[in-house]
């Protein structure tokens, strides 16, 4: 699952980002002036909470020659969400929400993802563990003299593209399902409505405990789907998020729930940020002609019906 170790070697991202406390950090500027640590978390990261400690410690002994910033995933979850768990946890590091750049640029999949940048500005060292690996990547980044870094490495757009919204076409393309069948966004020349159900797979049972509202949202979504998709007037595909979910995941979940529509996983998340897709279970409607008509959010599941009614 280590999706972003081909990474390593090459120059670092170079993109302003912004804090939930509206202090802006330019990446590119730290560059050969320090090394710089990136740790991808989430609030609902069990793995990513029992790490904290061990950012915290990175952060409170960086000195002058590392930056330590705190990446959020931006995926299932609120600015409120992550204030909350910051004062609970009592972590002071500054914590940045991705927008989705930075998790296409360093090809997120799994939470926790550590990343290091040594002081030349390239990527090295990837990984999930906080172990003596990472302390080993972090010191060894930190040596060797400041230098001057040249506009070089991916040039990450300042502002994050806008989602798809109601009046706006489906993209032009297709996607592969897990049975290897091809799905026309768009619909060619079925002229049906189409619904696009985006999930995760773990939804339902990872965040049971930790997010229990949010994993009811997801069982509800479930079943409002199962219970419209006999309709042979609707196309539907339902579209899982690949953070930390590959095909045989959606697969097994497939089976669990009996899940009867045509399934993709959206391994580099282009889809989820097409649609600015940022929590599970979001559901897209679009009319025969390809056009978005509606967009069901999470606790909005009873307004699938009449949207397809309407069409």
Same mark, same amino acid.
């Given at each position: 699952?280590?999706?972003?170790?081909?990474?390593?070697?090459?120059?670092?991202?170079?993109l302003v980002v912004t804090t939930i406390d509206g202090q802006r950090i330019d990446l590119a500027s730290l560059y050969g002036k320090k090394a710089v640590y990136l740790k991808f978390w989430a609030t609902w990261c069990v793995p990513c909470r029992e790490q904290m400690p061990h950012f915290q410690h990175a952060y409170e002994s960086r000195g002058k020659d590392l930056e330590v910033i705190a990446i959020n995933a931006g995926f299932n979850d609120s600015v409120a969400d992550i204030k909350t768990y910051r004062e609970r946890l009592k972590i002071s590091m500054p914590i940045v929400m991705d927008d989705g750049r930075l998790a296409e640029a360093l090809h997120l999949r799994v939470t926790p #993802?550590?990343?290091? $940048?040594? /002081?030349?500005? =390239?990527?090295?060292?990837?990984?999930?563990?906080?172990?003596?690996?990472?302390?080993?990547?972090?010191?060894?980044? /930190?040596?060797?003299k400041p230098e001057a870094v040249t506009a070089r490495g991916t040039r990450v757009a300042d502002a994050p593209r806008r989602g798809l919204r109601d009046r706006d076409l489906l993209p032009d393309g297709s996607v592969h399902t897990i049975d290897?069948?091809? !799905?026309?966004? /768009?619909?060619?020349?079925? =002229? =049906?409505?189409?619904?696009? *159900? !985006?999930?995760?797979?773990?939804?339902?049972?990872?965040?049971?405990?930790?997010?229990?509202?949010?994993? %009811?949202?997801?069982?509800?979504? /479930?079943?409002?789907?199962?219970?419209?998709?006999?309709?042979? %007037?609707?196309r539907w595909l339902g579209i899982a998020s690949g953070l930390w979910a590959?095909?045989?995941?959606?697969?097994? +979940?497939?089976?669990? +729930?009996?899940?009867? $529509?045509?399934?993709?996983?959206?391994?580099?998340?282009?889809? !989820?940020?097409? !649609?600015?897709?940022?929590?599970?279970?979001?559901?897209?409607?679009?009319?025969?002609?390809?056009? $978005?008509? =509606?967009? *069901?959010?999470?606790? #909005?599941?009873?307004?699938?019906? %009449?949207?397809?009614?309407?069409?």
């Open positions: 699952m280590l999706a972003g170790s081909g990474l390593v070697g090459s120059p670092a991202p170079r #993802q550590h990343i290091v $940048i040594d /002081r030349s500005g =390239r990527i090295s060292y990837m990984g999930h563990l906080a172990d003596a690996e990472l302390d080993a990547a972090l010191k060894s980044a /930190r040596q060797g290897d069948k091809v !799905f026309t966004l /768009r619909g060619g020349v079925e =002229r =049906r409505p189409t619904v696009l *159900v !985006f999930l995760s797979p773990w939804c339902e049972s990872y965040l049971a405990n930790s997010r229990p509202k949010m994993s %009811q949202d997801c069982r509800a979504a /479930r079943l409002a789907v199962t219970g419209l998709a006999g309709s042979t %007037q609707v590959n095909t045989d995941d959606v697969a097994d +979940y497939r089976k669990k +729930y009996d899940v009867g $529509i045509p399934l993709t996983v959206d391994e580099s998340g282009a889809l !989820f940020r097409s !649609f600015g897709v940022t929590t599970t279970p979001t559901i897209v409607v679009a009319d025969a002609d390809g056009v $978005i008509v =509606r967009r *069901v959010e999470a606790g #909005q599941e009873g307004e699938l019906a %009449q949207a397809l009614r309407s069409l």
